[in-house]
Every structure is written in C-alpha cells, then in structure tokens.
C-alpha cells in the first residue's frame, strides 16, 4: 500500500518539557549517547532500487529513551491490560512494564486492570489491582497473564471513564490486531476529551501476523514446541507400517508457526498454510501426493495451520467470536477423515496420528528468546509512553525497536508471501510441490 509520510507520524500528547537527565534514577541507567532523538528514522522497507535515495518521510521513528519528557516521572499512574488469546511472555511483558515504571521512572503508581477491557466496565465488579513488586517478582516462570484476559469489546468512553476516574495517565495495551483497534478507539475518546492520557500498544499475537512488526513474542516459544510435535509425529510416522503423522498449529490466516516449525524440524513432508490454495483430490491434489510418497517411503508428516483449506470445509454459517474473528472449522480433524477414508477405499494401509497441541503450546511460559524480546518491547514502551507519544505501538523491524502508529500496523494482516523467500524455504526442506491443485 503507497502509504503517505504523514501515515508514519507519531501523535503526540504535546511538548516534552522535562530533562530526562535531571531524575537520578534514569540518569544512573542511560547517558547522552543512549537518548534517541525523534529523527531518528528505520526505513520501512529493506531494498531499494539502484540510485533510489532512502525516502526517510516513509520510515518509523526509531524507539528508545529520549532526552526530553513529557510527564514528570513521579507524578504518573499507569495502567497495564492483557486482552485477547494468552500467549507466552505476557507475564515478561506485565513484570518489565512495572520493573521499568517503578524503579527506573519512579512512577507513582501502577495498576492492573483484569481480565482485558471486560475490567473497565463497572459492571463487571472487577476492581484493578496495585502491582507492587511481591505481585510480579516471579510471575515471569508462568505462563498466561497474572491480570487474566478475554475478548470482546468494551465502549471507549467505558473505558476512558475509568481511566479518568483512577487518575491514569498512561495505558498500555497487550493484545492482537483486534486489541490494537480498540487501543485507536480508546486513544479517539481521549483526544475527543482533550485529556492528556497516553495509548501505548505492546503487540501481542502468537501467529506472527501483525504488519510492520518482524517478530511478536510468544511466537519463538510457539516455533519451538510445534517443532517438537513434529519430531513426535516423525517418531510415530516411522514406528509404524505406513505411518503417518498429522499435526495441527495455530495460525489462522497467517503460517508464520507452521512454516518455521518445519524449517526448525526438517521432518515435515507437506505443510499446509492459509496463505495457500490447495486440493485433495485429483492428479494434482494433496491425496494423491501423499499416496505416492507412502508407496515410496512407507512414512509421511503433515503440518497444517488452523486457518489453511478452509475453502474444503462443508459450507456453513461462520460464527464469529466475542472479538468478531471468524471461528475457523477444525480442518486437522477433517484432513484425519479425509486421510483415512482415501486409503481405506484404495485398500491401502495407513496409520495415522493426529496430534493438535494448539492450546498446549500457548499456555508455555516463555523461553529464553522471547522472555529477552517481550522485557525489551516493554522497555521500549515505557520510554516512548514518558516522552508522550501515544496511539502507537512498539515493533522490531530491520533489528530496530521501532514506533508504528496504530492505524497502520492494523491496516492490514501480515502473511507470507507464497514467492518470498521464507516459502522457498520451506518448499526446498519438503519437497512438497508447489502446486496441488
């Protein structure tokens, strides 16, 4: 999408008018050559052609702490919310928020407020708690959220209102592509008010499916415990005569999981994502493909994400979920049927497995890579939160921490590309075919 350079504007709640420096405690952790300036630019694209100039006025302003802040430190009361599916890290990023905001910016207070947006409405009788150091000191061994989560929609004055009434200064919201759009709602409301209130967006997502943001945490736990599925599969696959292991991931309009479990693996033999279309039947199909390779290797592995061949399912009413996704019909469960009654008509033998560890591996704590990223991402917020920026939230891109304002990180959905060279990838570790249909 040709997006404008305004497009990558930061909004900003007004002048920053207070000397980072002159506060011992941030003073002690960063010097004059850690503080970031505004124009400090990542470009939001990697190649350019020959001779191109780098277009700065269409790159991200790069994160970290800046010189000038926007609220005094001491007099801040920030709030925390986890919304949408767990995710491992969500305790990294709940315990770094605070770690940051009470011992480095000495903020005066820092609420929780529980389970998602459910918790600022009144009518839920759910009171947010105070962290406090005892609250969060070892919830990063977990897994899920210590503030408890769900889906839905709370209305943005609601919530404004109860930020307003606790005297909050800056939210921070944790949470998916649906998450954020509420976060630029909300952050509407509070510009409609005129109240000086930051939105401060840490992307939250297990499939790796936010725009302009290289890695979400949670995603490296995902990849490595999908992976070892896969192994089990290939044990079961090759235990057996004419064994074949069919696991099912999490990725329900994005791959990101399934693709690099099996580059991760290397035991897969056909992986299957919503990004691509494919058949079972027929010469080309995926059936007659499998048949062929059990003929010749008496063993196969499949791994296919939750959201791919939607398009074979039996036709029906799609119901949507309490944060309006599509509920995506259980196409591990179908392939199993689909597998095993092909065979059996042939009067071929096949033994198949079927493994879904979907909700397994996102109730993980997280593992070293992404407890390191989701600490990082939270650091990151909270300088940017300080300096007054808001109705953004923090990405990695290009190995830069960077600020993307809302609107455009959810403006659309990242997906893989099937002729990048991520899907070579993985088409070279399988040998599948490019095709099969």
């Known amino acids: 999408m040709p997006w404008k350079p305004s497009d990558f504007q930061i ?3 007004g002048e920053a008018r207070y000397n980072a420096a002159d506060f011992e405690s941030i003073r002690n952790v960063t010097s004059d050559t850690l503080f970031v300036n505004d124009r400090e630019r990542v470009p939001h694209q990697v190649v350019f052609q020959e001779g191109d100039p780098l277009d700065t ?3 991200f302003e790069k994160a970290g702490p800046r010189e000038k802040l926007f609220f005094n430190p001491g007099e801040v009361n920030a709030a925390i919310v986890t919304c949408g599916g767990i995710c491992p890290g969500l305790n990294d990023v709940i315990r770094a928020l605070f770690m940051e905001l009470h011992y480095i910016y000495q903020a005066r207070s820092v609420l929780g407020f529980r389970y998602g947006l459910r918790g600022f409405d009144p009518a839920s009788g759910l009171d947010p708690i105070e962290l406090n150091h005892e609250r969060v000191s070892d919830i990063q061994a977990y897994g899920g959220t210590m503030l408890g989560t769900s889906r839905g929609h709370v209305a943005a004055d609601v919530v404004v209102d109860r930020l307003q009434a606790h005297n909050i200064q800056i939210l921070f919201v944790i949470g998916g592509d649906g998450t954020q ?4 709602t909300i952050w509407e409301e509070v510009a409609r008010r005129g109240a000086k209130i930051a939105i401060i967006g840490v992307p939250k997502t297990i499939d790796n499916d936010i725009n302009y943001v290289y890695k979400t945490f949670g ?5 490595s415990f999908a992976r070892d599925a896969l192994e089990a599969a290939h044990i079961e696959a090759k235990g057996n005569p004419k064994g074949i292991g069919l696991v099912k991931v999490m990725g329900r309009d994005s791959g990101f999981i399934a693709a690099y479990a099996t580059l991760a693996s290397i035991t897969v033999n056909y992986t299957l994502i919503p990004e691509m279309d494919f058949h079972l039947d027929g010469n080309h199909g995926l059936l007659n493909h499998l048949e062929k390779r059990m003929a010749d ?8 994400a939750e959201g791919a061949g939607q398009h074979l399912l039996p036709e029906s009413e799609r119901e949507r979920d309490a944060s309006g996704n599509i509920k995506h019909g259980d196409i591990g469960v179908y392939l199993k049927q689909r597998i095993n009654q092909h065979f059996k008509q042939k009067g071929l033998e096949v033994n198949l497995k079927y493994f879904d560890p979907s909700y397994m591996l996102r109730s993980l704590p997280a593992n070293a890579q992404d407890r390191i990223f989701a600490a990082n991402l939270a650091r990151f917020a909270v300088h940017a939160a300080m300096a007054g920026k808001t109705d953004m939230m923090i990405g990695r891109r290009f190995n830069q921490f960077i600020h993307v304002p809302i609107p455009i990180a959810v403006a659309n959905r990242k997906k893989i590309t099937l002729d990048s060279e991520l899907w070579m990838a993985v088409l070279q570790a399988t040998g599948q075919p490019a095709k099969m249909f």
Do not use: G, M, P, Y
């Not at 995603?219 to 990849?223: C, E, G, L, Q």
């Not at 290797?297 to 296919?304: G, R, T």
């Open 11 to 13: 909004t900003s709640l």
């Open 297 to 304: 290797k008496n063993h196969a592995v499949i791994v296919v």
């Open 219 to 223: 995603f490296d736990t995902a990849v």
């Open 181 to 184: 759009r509420a976060a630029h």
């Open 57 to 59: 006025s269409r790159a």
